[in-house]
């Protein structure tokens, strides 16, 4: 029921300090009386802004606001302290007027007690704090940026410094911090309609932007502007060169995400892609959208197994997880918490536990360059993976400009078309109710399994159990290494972790020696390859006239006459047999070759790649190697 303020008069006066200048001792040094200044000189400024905000009359209580008008304004406010809700509330100039807690007498200036309730009722008669029930955190109103910041005991401790001078003491603080949270103890929710920018409060379901009040609880604010008519031509050149157009969509829904409070669509975004390939400028770019005091850099594993960790997430709005390790994720509990609709438990390290609504909870960004594999096998999980691949690679100097996500962040302009691009993908996701690559949940466990562990993926794809048959150790290796390069993922760490992943997966696999094209060859006993339908891909070696093998992968009927159909004379076409193909295993040493730069075909994995690369074998051979098998390689020479 709506309560009418409006005959209320009895607004209490607050008590104005007398205009004279502040009595230094003479015992202080020139350099702290030169540090006072300068705090004053800035609490004054900062007292200089005046604004108006609505209160209860009855209660003399700051309203929260509830309701809104077509435009975005608010018209509906409610008080914590009574539960009334009115649409006649009272205004209120913000205009701080602290006592000095000194009398002026005909004999001089007598010092008058100092009482800590006295003081802390006096602050908040003439300043906006709040104290969250939850958390014990104080928060103040901050005038330069105006939003609440949970920053209110060290800006009480400037208060003191300035309104008590030199008789403001460590136990006097403590003494009126303890008195003001117990004054201004409130339970109290973020905004969910609005964020702050640096030029008002920004509605990002209507795009509509309103005047900055204290009466919306915001704790975030972007460091940009928002202007309507803004737009990033060269940032959207930068991140269609390092996504690529077909994932252009996906990316932009997963940043205009960030703007929805809650978590609607229950989404952990992930970039997947090996270095040097753009992951970090645009993670860099997402930072300096919202801002670095808006961030937290948890990893998906501390997120999942720190209580303390996860506590730095409250009231962020994105968690960036930059280079998360391999290591096993065992639970996944917390993980899918913060990206649902569930109240999650959280501790600051020395503090009390405290519930964490979704609102109050960030969206979660990481990036690596291989998935860590997990336990958990549930729908649930895998229906949260919102994996972006970052394919194309850039070498400083050659296609990339070093820190460039930096260079175009200091453009307000391009900033502020960043935050218009970010907040078409909001629109798109309230109008679709989901992400346009809305993957089923197969699809996105087998996109998962490939990229967190290629050996299983391999396996399941491509080998059965057949008791009695058998493949040799090498050539398997060698179509495993092939078939992670088609589908662009990293091969397994060594040929040792893939044979432990086979014996895991089919069990009845035993490791033995047989006699191969009259040699002794080490095979794996009772495992086959499985025979794939003539719409399944299929591998072949392409030899030309001028005696240059390469291998294609083709799907569908009339394979031959596809290939027939390339330029290039054609002599032989067979499919490949892999028993001349190269491991890793099969290399002496990897080295750069001055000079030599150019398109080559990968002794390893037969594709065709830019590269100066070459490895050495141990019959002497010289061959040409590219960069992601020379970062298999010593990564296999480094790992036990």
């Known amino acids: 029921m709506d309560v009418d303020h409006a005959d209320c008069n009895t607004q209490p006066k607050p008590t104005i300090a007398p205009d004279v200048p502040f009595d230094f001792s003479p015992d202080l040094k020139p350099e702290t009386i030169e540090a006072r200044k300068t705090l004053m000189e800035a609490i004054a400024e900062a007292e200089a802004r005046e604004f108006l905000y609505m209160v209860c009359p009855t209660e003399w209580t700051l309203l929260h606001v509830t309701g809104y008008d077509e435009k975005g304004n608010s018209n509906r406010w409610h008080c914590p302290k009574c539960g009334k809700e009115t649409t006649t509330p009272l205004e209120r100039k913000y205009h701080p007027s602290p006592k000095t807690y000194v009398e002026f007498t005909q004999s001089g200036i007598k010092e008058l007690p100092l009482k800590a309730q006295e003081i802390a009722d006096d602050i908040k008669a003439n300043y906006l704090f709040k104290t969250d029930r939850k958390t014990l955190r104080v928060y103040r109103y901050d005038e330069h940026g105006q ?14 410094a300035r ?38 409060l920004l509605n990002p379901e209507k795009r509509t932007l309103t005047p900055f009040t204290p009466n919306e609880f915001v704790v975030q604010q972007i460091p940009h502007k928002f202007a309507p008519e803004a ?90 997880g930059r280079d998360i390790p391999q290591s096993k994720i065992s639970v996944t509990g917390n993980a899918k918490m913060m990206s649902g609709d569930d109240t999650m438990t959280m501790q600051n390290k020395y503090g009390q536990p405290f519930q964490a609504t979704p609102d109050n909870l960030p969206k979660q960004f990481y990036s690596c360059n291989q998935l860590p594999p997990s336990d958990d096998d549930t729908d649930a999980w895998y229906r949260r993976q919102n994996l972006i691949a970052f394919n194309n690679h850039f070498v400083a100097g050659e296609n990339a400009v070093p820190q460039i996500a930096d260079k ?24 679709n109710k989901c992400f346009s690559a ?110 240059v093998t390469t291998s294609l992968i083709l799907s569908g009927k009339n394979e031959e006459s ?9 002599t032989t076409v067979t499919p490949v047999t892999n028993s001349s193909a ?23 994995c037969g594709y065709e790649r830019e590269t100066s690369w070459t490895a050495e074998t141990f019959k002497g051979e010289q061959k040409p190697l590219c960069e992601d098998c020379v970062q298999a390689y010593h990564k296999m020479r480094v790992e036990p």
Not at 562 to 570: D, L
Request: charged share 20%; glycine share 6%; aromatic share 8%.
């Open 147 to 160: 939003v609440w910041i949970d920053d209110g005991h060290l800006y009480l401790q400037e208060l003191l």
């Open 163 to 200: 309104i008590l001078e030199h008789r403001n003491t460590e136990s006097i603080f403590k003494n009126v911090l303890h008195c003001l949270k117990c004054i201004t103890y409130e339970e109290f929710e973020p905004s969910k309609a609005v964020i702050a920018t640096t030029n008002g």
């Open 231 to 320: 737009k990033c031509p060269t940032i959207l050149k930068m991140v269609t060169e390092i996504v690529g157009e077909n994932q252009l969509t996906v990316l932009q829904e997963s940043i205009g995400n960030i703007f929805l409070k809650g978590h609607p669509f229950h989404k952990i975004t992930i970039f997947i892609g090996g270095g040097g390939n753009g992951k970090g400028q645009v993670l860099a770019l997402i930072t300096h959208l919202v801002g670095v005091e808006n961030v937290s850099n948890v990893t998906l594993q501390a997120l999942c197994s720190d209580k303390f960790e996860r506590a730095t997430c409250y009231r962020k709005m994105v968690n960036l």
């Open 408 to 431: 175009l962040a200091e453009s307000e302009t391009e900033m502020s078309g960043l935050l218009n691009w970010a907040l078409e993908g909001t629109a798109r996701l309230l109008k």
């Open 438 to 547: 809305n993957e089923n949940i197969e699809e996105n466990r087998e996109k998962y399994v490939k990229n967190s562990n290629p050996a299983q993926a391999f396996i399941e794809a491509n080998l059965v159990h057949e008791q009695d048959k058998y493949i040799p150790e090498k050539e398997c290796w060698s179509k495993v290494g092939l078939w992670c390069a088609e589908n662009g993922i990293a091969s397994p760490r060594n040929k040792g972790a893939f044979t432990q992943e086979l014996t895991k997966q089919i069990p009845q696999v035993i490791q033995t020696s047989a006699r191969v094209e009259g040699k002794s060859t080490h095979v794996y006993m009772n495992v086959t390859y499985k025979q794939h339908d003539e719409n399944q891909p299929t591998l072949y070696a392409v030899t030309t006239v001028t005696g």
């Open 562 to 570: 596809k290939i027939k159909s390339i330029s290039s004379p054609v």
């Open 582 to 604: 190269l491991t890793l295993d099969d290399l002496k040493a990897v080295y750069w070759a001055e000079g030599q730069f150019g398109k080559k075909l990968c002794c390893v």
